[in-house]
């Protein structure tokens, strides 16, 4: 048996944690705690629902992006501040960059609570006064085990970004190029639990599957928390004041 996501004893209170002590701990590179925290995770009957505060940032050289933003760039989608830099600078430019590009996830309900689908709270452009927009839609599913994620030890939620398209918006086309994979855990957080999750750049085959170029390798984490207080805290104190449109109601999905 695993534990509901309102369960008062996943919520420990002032002093516990949040996506933004979390992502703190990556940006002083505490890789060996993070992993800790995600191999020994919650097992949870159901999956999340609802709009998710989220924050995050990468691992590794991302460099191979820089090829993807000259190609946009000449289809006309704008161009990277980050094309301006050095190539030495664009790993720390882009760990500025995402945060401010991005600000969590979208579940939706199911009748079935381990199968649904979502979206990404993602700007609509690379201009930074732009609003945000669902898109960059992923199915998902909550799965005992999976061999990218082999040390977790409790259950996970994968995200699969095999058809991210909603429209021909500048993330998604990036996300039809550089196939990307999501692996989440649930750990107890102050507001309740949270997700600590990774991601794998890979390949999807014609029938959706993935296969991760190096499943030792992860090129980013990212961090969510769907409860209530989180998302009223990102937005009281963590955010920028740009306008977002939001789904209402959040689509169910019949499955």
Known sequence: ???????????????????????????????????????????????????????????????????????FADLGYGRWPMMDIGIDLINEYVSWFVPKLWRGKIFFPSNNKRVSEGR????????????????????????????????????????????????RYWVELIATAVHLYDVQVAVKGKYGPIFIGK????????????????????IAYYFLDFNEAAVKEQREHHLDGSAEEVLDPIPHVHN
Do not use: C
């Open 1 to 71: 048996m695993g534990y509901e996501h309102d369960d008062p004893s996943l919520r420990t209170g002032e002093g516990g944690l949040t996506v933004w002590t979390l992502l703190k701990m990556l940006q002083e590179k505490r890789y060996d705690q993070l992993n800790r925290l995600f191999d020994h995770g919650l097992t949870m009957n159901s999956l999340p629902v609802g709009i998710a505060a989220g924050t995050g940032g990468t691992t590794l050289d991302m460099t191979f992006l820089f090829p993807w933003a000259v190609a």
């Open 120 to 167: 990404n709270r993602v700007r609509k452009s690379v201009d930074l006064f732009s609003p945000f927009v669902p898109m960059v839609k992923f199915t998902t599913k909550l799965l005992d085990h999976h061999p990218v994620a082999s040390g977790a030890k409790s259950n996970l939620v994968i995200l699969n970004y095999a058809d991210p398209q909603t429209k």
């Open 199 to 218: 991601t794998w750049l890979g390949k999807y085959d014609d029938a959706g599957e993935f296969t991760a170029h190096d499943p030792n390798k992860i």
